[in-house]
Structures are given as structure tokens and as C-alpha cells.
């Protein structure tokens, strides 16, 4: 290697400090809201003056912090599911296919990636308004379907590209039809690759917040939307709680994911 | 009689280009056929034919006189092993050699006892739990050929199965097929581009060369009758001269040697129209001496480099127009004591032993 720790000299403590301070930019953040949810000010006063746990009583007292987050569960397992099928077709369709168009095709599908989440739900908006899907859980999931399904190409493309094919074809002069060659070989094969596309499908429907205030009704919201509601009619340290268990709830998902990753690599 | 697999009239074009030319060839039951041949020969597009992995452009294959190429893949019944290690990475040993079983919905004791005699078979009983990342190479190669063959497939095609193993392994393996080949009586077609792996394991072979077949025959046949240049450089080793072609007989002709030699009584190949050829000559098939013989056809030569290699001295020699020849002469020869580089000597050959290639273009 050409860059070699031990042949940096006193650059390493220049890359040591570069590399502490990126680190704790990222995440000073997460840990001073994480800090706040346990302390006893009614004002976000940071140090906390002392420590409780009374933000997170109210949080789980309040049925409607409740409902959100399991409007918002629902939306998201639906989402995963959905994405992670319609992601495993394309990605079939996108690795396996040899039809003019397909680069283009590729790039197509992961446009929402670029696009921004803005003029994408207005743009709904004014279609669901049309056809009468605003503020319905099946509008917030084909517009939370449309952001997640990226993940799952990219996630089910990259698997499948280093997936031999000829494992397949070995599948196929066994005996199996083609179908039951993809489910009974392919798809097993990888099984980690459909795992992680479903995790980042979950996560992208789970913290969306722009297309969700747009599709969002009095009575159907996501646990975003009432983040956002709540931080505008009143600053209270429920959000900071709400906020620490979501991120828990995020880093337990990312540790699943590699932990798949890890014993797909080993098996 | 209609023979048991018959391949006819085959071609495969890939847009302009012509992977496979008319390919005829018929293989009797139990045979083992290998495909020889350079890569890019036309070889592995024919087997992946058979296979039914790729659609021929036009020719048909028959198996006991039935057609195959509307049958769909998954119900030729016919078994393969690949160059590229093929087993099920989530399945242990015993469910990827039981899957083709369990895929034609066989009753649970029926696949375990099949399994057991298969593993058995390849000698990896004490592997059946083992996922296929806990094998060596030669291992997954052993479990495929295990898993192709324990549906007793009528025909069981291999496309360079050994190519990714080092050359202990490969000979080891190579054993093992040959006595699996022997035990199951399963016809064997067997894609290689390496000559010794195709004259250890083949009852016949056919040549392939830019998508034709040169010739068919067993390794004996190839090396002692090549039809074309291209077999006799491939099936052992041969040293090319220039030659005119004087006078043809019954497929004997005269030719003459730059030098004024003339020889008569070679095998000739091929159209002898524009009147040159080349001449070829074995190295374990020359003789050398200090004197010039009393008979035969004989070439000055002068001696190059000498090779001891164990139970043979390798021999390169130049004729005196700067051709270079080899020449192996067994170990004891009465000259291999005294042959020192730079010497002059004679080399004489048998014309039956040498066969001469008439050339397309006319000299080469």
C-alpha cells in the first residue's frame, strides 16, 4: 500500500485529529438530543440541570404519539414488502436483461434519488387531489414506494450481479424449472441482498417527512409528521425522546443488516 | 442401426460471426467423447447446445434417434458439471446432491440412500453436513459431479470441470472420473483444451478448430494420422519443414527438401494444387546419428541445445537452412554420452512416420 500508517509520520496525528472531529461533528448531535430526552428541563436547557425520565412517561401517556408511530409501522412494513418484490422483478429484469435501453432504464429507476423530495410531492399532491388518494394509507405508501424502491434495485442488483449464473443454469439441468430454479437457488443465495433492500425500504418510508406532511390528513399521520407538528406548536422534550428512540430504533436495524451481511459472507 | 446421440448439421452464429460450422458427430452408448480444442473452438458452444443452455442456429441433436432441441432444459434429464464451481452455496453437500431428487418430488428415504451412494461414489461420505464454502475446489468439483450424475442421467456433459485446479488435483480427479466412467457406464461428453487431460480420459476425440471439427478418432488415431496440420500441433508435439510437392500416388507423394533431398512415400494431406506443403516430423519418431546413414531419407543438422529430462535427452537441432528441428532420443542412446552443442549429425526419419500438410495459400 502507498499510504501506510506507519510510514505517515506526524501526518498520522493529522488524520487522527481529522478523523476524531468528523466523527464527533456526526455525532454530537444524536448524542445532545439523546442527552436532552433525560433531562428535567421544560426548556431544553443544555446541561440538563438534572436527569428524569418524565418526557418519556409522557410520550407513551399521549395515544396520539402512539397512533402515529403505528400509522407510521404499517406504512413502512408495507412499503418493505412491496418494494423488496417489485425491487427483486426489476433487478431481474435490469442485471439479467440484454434489451436496448437497459443503461437508460437503470438510470430511470433511481431518479428519485436525485430528484428532489419537494417537486416530487407536489407533483403527487396535485395528482392524488385528482383521483382522491390524499390522506389515505394507500397513497402515503405508493409515494413512500417511490422513494424506497431505489434502495431495493440498488441493493437486489448489487446481490444479484455476484450471483453466478451458472448456479442457476446447474439448477435448471437438475431437473428444477426455471421458476422454481430462481426460488429454490437464486433468491436464497441472496437472501442478504433482499434483507437489506427491505431494512433501507422500512427506513426510507419510516423517517420520511417532506412527501409525508404533503399526504398527511388530521387523522392520518406518521410519526414524522407529528415531530414536525409538535416542534411548531410547542417546543417540548417529548420530541428529544421520541427522536432518542428513533435513532435506537435505526442503529439496532443498520446492526441487523450487518450482522446479515456478515453471515451471508461466512455461510 | 440409429446411433444413441447424434449431433447434426449443427451451426451457431452469434450475428456475423460463426461459433459453430456444420458440426457432425455421432457417440455410441457408454462412450467417452471429448471436445478438444482451443478456446474460442466452437467446443463449449456445442456442449451448452446439447445442454440446452443456447439454441443452435440451425442442425438438430438426437438421442436414440429423438430429437432434444424442443425440450426445454430442466426435462432433457441430461447432467452437467461446469467449469465454475456450481453448488448451492446455502445448501450442505447432501441437500445439493439430493436437490435434482427432491425436485422430481422422490420420497425422503429414496433421496438419503441415493445421496449416500453417490457420496460414496465421489469418496465424500464424511462431507455431507459441510456447506460447499467448507470445500477445496476439487471437492465442489467432486459434489457437482456427484449431483449430476445421481439422477442416472442417459448422458452426463462436462465443460472443463478441472480447468480452475492445480495439476496434482487435476490428475487425481482425472482418475476418478475414469473410474466413475467405468462404474456407472454413463456416455461422457467432456469439453478440455488441454491434450494430455483429453488422450488420459477418451475413448475418442474430436478436434475442434474455429468452429469446425478437424478430425474425430482416439488419441492413437490423432497422433499417428492427423488430417490436418492444426491436430498433428495439437495431439503431441511436431516440427514443421517447407517441402514441394513433386509427385502423387494413392495419398503417398515425393516431395522435395530444401537442399535437394527427396523423399518418398509420405502421407499427404489436403489439395496438392499449389504444389508446396510442409512436412511434418515427430521428435520421438527421428534418429540421430554421426555418420550419414546407408538408406533412408537423412538431414544434415547442427546440434543447439541439449536437455536432459529424465528418462529422455531433448535434442534441438537446426538443418542447415536454419530450421529448427527437436529430436528426443531415449535415455542410453549410443550418442548421448558424446553429443556436445555445435556438432554435425545426421537426422533420418521413416516417411511413413512423417505426413506432409498441403498448404492453402501455397508456402508458408
Known amino acids: 500500500m502507498l499510504l501506510h500508517w506507519d510510514k505517515l509520520g506526524w501526518w498520522r496525528w493529522v488524520l487522527l485529529a481529522v478523523t476524531i472531529l468528523t466523527a464527533v461533528f456526526l455525532l454530537l448531535p444524536i448524542l445532545f438530543i439523546a442527552a436532552l430526552s433525560f433531562g428535567s428541563s421544560q426548556w431544553l436547557i443544555f ?24 400509522t407510521s409501522f404499517k406504512i413502512a412494513v ?20 440484454r434489451f436496448r435501453g437497459r443503461e437508460a432504464l437503470k438510470a430511470f429507476f433511481l431518479t428519485p434519488m436525485i430528484l428532489p423530495v419537494v417537486v416530487l410531492a407536489v407533483a403527487l399532491y396535485a395528482f392524488y387531489l385528482r383521483v382522491g388518494l390524499d390522506g389515505t394509507v394507500t397513497g ?42 430462481v426460488l429454490r437457488v437464486t433468491l436464497p443465495a441472496i437472501a442478504s441482498g433482499l434483507f437489506s433492500a427491505a431494512i433501507f425500504s422500512f427506513l426510507a418510508s419510516w423517517d420520511e417527512v417532506v412527501l409525508a406532511i404533503f399526504m398527511a390528513s388530521p387523522s392520518l399521520q406518521t410519526l414524522p409528521v407529528k415531530i414536525w407538528g409538535t416542534l411548531r406548536q410547542d417546543l417540548t422534550p417529548v420530541v428529544a425522546a421520541v427522536s432518542t428512540l428513533l435513532i435506537a430504533l435505526t442503529l439496532v436495524l443498520m446492526l441487523l443488516v450487518s450482522l446479515a451481511r456478515r453471515f451471508a459472507k461466512s455461510s | 442401426m440409429t446411433p444413441f446421440l447424434e449431433i447434426a448439421g449443427l451451426s451457431r452464429h452469434f450475428g456475423s460471426f460463426v461459433a459453430v460450422r456444420d458440426v457432425n458427430l455421432e457417440i455410441r ?98 462431507f455431507a453436513q459441510r456447506k460447499p464454502g467448507q470445500l477445496s475446489g476439487g471437492q465442489q468439483q467432486r459434489v457437482a459431479l456427484a449431483r449430476a450424475l445421481v439422477y442416472e442421467p442417459p448422458v452426463l456433459l462436462m465443460d472443463e470441470p478441472l480447468a480452475a485446479l492445480d495439476k496434482k488435483l487435476r490428475e487425481e480427479i482425472q482418475c476418478e472420473i475414469r473410474r466413475i466412467h467405468r462404474e456407472t457406464g454413463v456416455t461422457i461428453l467432456y469439453v478440455t483444451h488441454d491434450q494430455e487431460e483429453a488422450l488420459r480420459l477418451s475413448d475418442r476425440i474430436a478436434v475442434f478448430s474455429k468452429g469446425v471439427i478437424d478430425q474425430i478418432g482416439t488419441g ?5 494420422n492427423p488430417a490436418t496440420r492444426f491436430v498433428a500441433e495439437f495431439i503431441g508435439d511436431s516440427d514443421f519443414l517447407p517441402c514441394d510437392v513433386l509427385a502423387v500416388r494413392d495419398g503417398l507423394a515425393s516431395i522435395g527438401l530444401s537442399g535437394g533431398l527427396a523423399v518418398d512415400g509420405v502421407p499427404l494431406h489436403g489439395n496438392p494444387a499449389a504444389g508446396k506443403a510442409e512436412l511434418m516430423l ?11 546413414p546407408a538408406s533412408g531419407p537423412a538431414l544434415p ?28 532420443l531415449p535415455f542410453g542412446h549410443e550418442v548421448v554420452g558424446s553429443l556436445a552443442r555445435g556438432d554435425e549429425v545426421w537426422l533420418s526419419f521413416r516417411p511413413a512416420d512423417a505426413c506432409a500438410f498441403c498448404s492453402a495459400q501455397g508456402g508458408s
Open chain 1, 140 to 181: 402515503f405508501v405508493l409515494a413512500h414506494l417511490v422513494v424506497a424502491l431505489p434502495f431495493s434495485i440498488l441493493s437486489i442488483g448489487t446481490a444479484l450481479e455476484g450471483f453466478d449464473k451458472s448456479i442457476e443454469d446447474a439448477a435448471v439441468l437438475c431437473g428444477a424449472t426455471p421458476l422454481e430454479a
Open chain 2, 282 to 292: 515427430r521428435p520421438e519418431r527421428i534418429s540421430l546419428s554421426r555418420a550419414m
Open chain 1, 47 to 70: 446541561p440538563p440541570p438534572s436527569w428524569t425520565l418524565r418526557w418519556y412517561d409522557e410520550l407513551f401517556a399521549d395515544p396520539s404519539w402512539l397512533d402515529a408511530a403505528w
Open chain 2, 220 to 224: 492413437a488415431e490423432l497422433y499417428e
Open chain 2, 301 to 328: 543438422a547442427v546440434i543447439g541445445d541439449l536437455t536432459f529430462l529424465g528418462s529422455h535427452l531433448q535434442v534441438a537441432a537446426a538443418t542447415l537452412d536454419g530450421r529448427a528441428l527437436s529430436v528426443r
Open chain 1, 78 to 97: 408495507v412499503v418493505a414488502l412491496l418494494s423488496v418484490l417489485i425491487g427483486t422483478l426489476a433487478a431481474f429484469g435490469l442485471v439479467r436483461g
Open chain 2, 29 to 126: 452408448k457408454g462412450e467417452f467423447m471429448t471436445f478438444l480444442g482451443p478456446s474460442g473452438s466452437g467446443k463449449s458452444t456445442t456442449l451448452y447446445a446439447l445442454a440446452g443452455l443456447d439454441t443452435p442456429t440451425s442442425g438438430n441433436i438426437r438421442i436414440e434417434g429423438k430429437s432434444i432441441l424442443d425440450v426445454p432444459p430442466h426435462r432433457r434429464n441430461i447432467g452437467m458439471v461446469f467449469q465454475r464451481y456450481t453448488l448451492f452455496p446455502h445448501l450442505t453437500v447432501a441437500e445439493n446432491v439430493g436437490f435434482p431428487l427432491s425436485v422430481r418430488r422422490r420420497p425422503a428415504a429414496e433421496i438419503a440412500a441415493k445421496v449416500g451412494r453417490m457420496l460414496e461414489l465421489v469418496r465424500l461420505q464424511d
